[in-house]
């Protein structure tokens, strides 16, 4: 009888509720016997992987929503539009989660709301707090056209219309003070990361890296749609955005080499230490190797070289922050750290959690422009990797 019931079900399906099972027990562990008991953190390293992907990785991965907003409405690029409402949704489902994220990591979640009344303009945590809260609210009005589209409500879609060029641009000021604000908040302990990954510069790194990872973001989004949706990708449109993750790379790479160069790195660079190898590991695998496939005009008019490459940028920018909020920190701490199970499980739940919300709001709400839809054959051996729930 178990097994005809599980035979029916879809593989992806029983994975992710194996997810949700693992993620609400360890839920249950953090909320019922505090930090100590649930994770592998102390007084001598108290952050994680819920900071170093939670938050510091999740802001950055929602960075596509303000880069193909402000192509849309500011720099007035039309032909991104058709990409504009799922990115929109992909940032404003990064943001939620990483408030999710932050609730997990915070000692005391029940006084997260202390930041709006408790001020401290001197703290770098607290404008990056006021900038999550609100470019979240302006994340929620971008995204609210779709919702009152769904409900047929004429009246607040003309209202935010009129003020939908001014709410852009505060979002993409919101963007650029949290983004690199991130990065200020490792420039007050210089003699705790190593000196790979200290310096002046982190502010402006932390918001390239965000500009270039955010497009990457929309493309694996659109590629696996696609999929998942049985829907044309837009690989002119794809194209041309990847195109702004190539110059952002190289920017980024600029600034890593004056700081090799200027803060004079080059014997910790070439010491093929962890640090050393976790370094080009970073650079090599996420910044080099993708500009060198994305500057090919055969790979970037390739759904699965777009994709691959977008990985590949996706992998670098996750291995760079992990790098620094964790690995350049071990060696002054003297722990050698590593995420306990519940860390683990409570982490890929919120990112399932991501994924099963994007489904619903495509099957639901009116997010992919109707020609897009048309139905594209897909291998029948070809692994979809969305939570499978059928498409109306």
Request: charged fraction near 10%.
């Amino acid at each position: 009888m178990i097994s005809t019931i599980f035979s029916k079900l879809k593989f992806w399906t029983v994975v992710f509720w194996l997810i949700m099972a693992a993620g609400a027990v360890s839920a249950v562990i953090r909320f019922g016997w505090g930090l100590g008991a649930s994770t592998h953190l102390s007084d001598q390293f108290p952050w994680g992987l819920w900071v170093g992907f939670d938050v510091v990785c999740g802001v950055g991965l929602a960075a596509g929503g303000f880069v193909v907003a402000a192509s849309v409405y500011i720099f007035n690029l039309e032909h991104y539009r058709p990409i504009l409402r799922p990115a929109v949704l992909t940032a404003f489902l990064g943001y939620i989660l990483v408030v999710v994220g932050l609730m997990f990591d915070l000692g005391k979640p029940w006084n997260v709301w202390h930041p709006i009344i408790m001020w401290n303009p001197h703290s770098v945590m607290f404008e990056v707090g006021w900038c999550v809260m609100l470019y979240s609210t302006v994340l929620a009005l971008e995204f609210s056209p779709v919702i009152f589209e769904k409900l047929k409500l004429e009246r607040p879609q003309k209202i935010l219309h009129t003020i939908t060029i001014p709410m852009v641009i505060l979002g993409v000021v919101l963007s650029t003070l949290h983004q690199s604000s991130l990065g200020s908040l490792f420039l007050i302990i210089p003699e705790k990361v190593y000196p790979l990954w200290y310096s002046s510069s982190l502010p402006y790194l932390f918001f390239t890296s965000a500009v270039a990872v955010g497009p990457a973001m929309v493309i694996i989004e659109s590629f696996l749609s696609s999929r998942a949706f049985h829907r044309e990708i837009e690989i002119d449109i794809l194209s041309q955005i990847a195109k702004v993750t190539v110059v952002a790379l190289a920017v980024y790479l600029v600034l890593k080499i004056e700081d090799i160069n200027g803060m004079k790195l080059w014997p910790y660079l070439f010491n093929f230490n962890f640090e050393g190898m976790m370094y080009w590991a970073e650079l090599g695998f996420g910044v080099i190797l993708p500009m060198g496939l994305l500057v090919n005009r055969r790979v970037r008019t390739s759904a699965k070289g777009l994709f691959v490459s977008a990985l590949l940028v996706v992998m670098g920018f996750v291995f760079n922050r992990l790098n620094i909020a964790i690995t350049s920190i071990e060696r002054s701490a003297g722990i050698a750290y590593f995420p306990s199970w519940t860390e683990i499980s409570i982490t890929v739940m919120i990112v399932a959690l991501g994924f099963a919300v994007f489904r619903m709001a495509v099957q639901y709400l009116p997010i992919f422009p109707e020609h897009s839809t048309e139905e594209v054959k897909t291998p029948a051996n070809e692994v979809v990797t969305f939570i499978d729930v059928p498409v109306r």
